[in-house]
């Protein structure tokens, strides 16, 4: 049999180094001025503008499919493929167009976010 060698060394393994962003002043927003204070209730305004937007566009969209089928009973009897009209509608329909709702308001959110910090780094000059 034959002895153990000596145990081998540990090695650590980390990522590659990484960079230290740059350093950068104390904006307005990290420094809770009166600036930064409006700075941050005007981004805050316009997703909350957005929000609203997009919730609006749903329940027009899709809140007044049952209102549809409850004043207009008729289109119950409808059928489109085999399959009731409200059934296509609110089983298929519906999901195409909360993604693209969906995606269009995370599209704008980010739009928004990367305005206001050009706007805020433009001030910090």
């Known amino acids: 049999m034959t002895e153990p060698g000596p145990a081998p ?4 393994v980390t990522g590659p180094p990484r960079r230290r962003p740059p350093t ?3 904006s307005d927003i990290d420094a809770g001025t009166r600036l930064g204070g409006v700075y941050m209730r005007s981004l805050l305004r316009e997703q ?6 997009v919730l609006a566009a749903m329940g027009v969209t899709i809140g007044l499919l049952p209102l549809a089928f ?5 289109l119950s009897d409808v059928r489109l493929l085999g399959m009731p009209l409200g059934w296509l509608l609110l089983g298929v329909v519906v999901y195409p167009v909360l993604v693209g709702l969906g995606w269009a308001y995370v599209h704008r959110a980010e739009r928004n976010e990367r305005d206001f910090a050009e706007i805020v ?3 910090e000059r």
């Open 9 to 12: 060394t540990r090695v650590r």
């Open 24 to 26: 950068r002043r104390t």
């Open 48 to 53: 909350l503008r957005l929000a609203v937007g």
């Open 70 to 74: 409850y004043l207009v009973p008729e």
């Open 121 to 123: 780094s433009e001030a």
